[in-house]
């Protein structure tokens, strides 16, 4: 990156010692604060923001070139340019906003959203086309409204996506900011900003497909905050212990239980989520898989694809941990493993392993792909609360009479089962 703004400071003969001196300065303390303030949890909001960062500075330089375009060519583009990175910058501010709580995470729906959507969009395809063919004399207040219009589209069009689907949004908003250098590019008569533009975009596009696939849903249904029907209505359970239910047990009684079901585990399968990126529990999670391992018990890990806040996520974190990467399998590899398995720990995952994702209909995550924790003879669920996740779905596993549910922080909760199980042998 620095390398390109070098090359295209230098092609305009605006470089100087003296402006890229000043421009390093200030880029560096920016980039230094955001490295020591921004937690490993906050970076799928780093991601977002610095995505409108990029669709900003985009729609600014496309905006300035607006003031004196050369050709008709260069208005159309300067115009698309200005749309695009106003869309995205509003569009990642509101992203920002669910995966950090400061907007609603549901969808917020408008009336008839469907319609301002679609007609603001083509309110501004026909002023751009009319701006263009007309050759309006300020074609730079033509941008400015421009400019003003696709901010409030990314506003109305991201409002109505749910939390649950922000790792997607964040996707499309990275190709949408590729798309927006590659038209600024153009614009500047800079290859280099096309090719690099050109990639981002390809490859947002991309991960958002597979991250739509593997939650079963489509980038209609995301953009349109809906969800989608059911594979199948049928109530799944599975063979368990003998358990009492949870409202007869006490807090004590649950934790000893625990400690009993892995100390007598031979297959054990951990699935992790947010919730372990939040209490930073991955390294006391890997601590307590190489305890059970040294009693003799099988521990695998199972990865969701869509786990956490952005793809990876979950693989990042064990394997900053130490975890050996064969033991990260991903979902259709171990899923089939869970009802032969005697214990399944969940840490901070709700919505990866909520089974009214197949069980019920019309529900944000009806028909995505779950990993069928309860499926196992036992599950231990380490999780702050029984709220429900980013999904805004209630968690039916929480309440599975095979289900023991430890609450609080999960590097606690993990911390407290490893001298359970070091204290008695």
Known sequence: MLAAIVLILAQQKLLTVGS??????????????????????????????????GGAASCLVSLAEAANPATTTNMYICGWAVIVGSFTFSGSLIAVGKLS????????????????????????????????????????????????????????????????????????????????????????????????????GASGILLSQKMC???????????????????????????????????????????????????EADEVIIAPGYGMAVSQAQFKVWELAEILEARGARVRFAIHPVAGRMPGHMNVLLAEAGVPYDKLLEMDAINEDFKNTDVAVTVGACDVVNPAAIRVAGTPISGMPILKVFEAKNILICKRSKRPGYSGVE??????????????????????????????G
């Open 213 to 263: 696939r593997a939650m079963n849903r489509n980038l209609g249904n995301v953009f349109l905050g809906m969800g989608v029907t059911a594979a199948s209505g049928k109530r799944l359970g599975s063979d368990s212990l003998q358990l009492k239910k949870e409202t007869e047990m006490t807090e004590e009684d649950k934790f000893s239980f625990s400690l009993k079901i892995l100390r």
């Open 101 to 200: 709580g400061k907007v609603k995470q549901q969808p917020v729906v408008l009336p008839h959203h469907s319609w301002l959507t679609s007609g603001i969009a083509l309110l501004l395809i026909l002023y751009l086309a009319f701006a263009v063919y007309l050759r309006f004399t300020s074609f730079l207040l033509c941008g400015v409204i421009l400019l003003l219009f696709a901010f409030a589209l990314g506003v109305i069009f991201v409002i109505r996506i749910g939390g649950a689907d922000m790792p997607v949004v964040i996707c499309f908003l990275n190709a949408l900011s590729g798309l927006a250098a590659s038209l600024c590019g153009f614009v500047m008569q800079n290859p280099l900003l096309v090719a690099c533009g050109a990639m981002v």
């Open 395 to 424: 968690n039916p596993l929480f309440e599975e009479e095979h289900a023991i549910f430890l609450p609080g922080d999960a590097k606690e909760t993990i911390d407290r089962l490893i001298n359970g199980l070091s204290d008695r």
């Open 20 to 53: 890229v001196a000043v421009a390093l300065l200030i880029g560096s303390a920016i980039g230094a604060a955001l490295a020591i303030q921004v937690k490993m949890i906050q970076m799928p909001q780093l991601v977002a923001f610095l995505n409108g960062c």
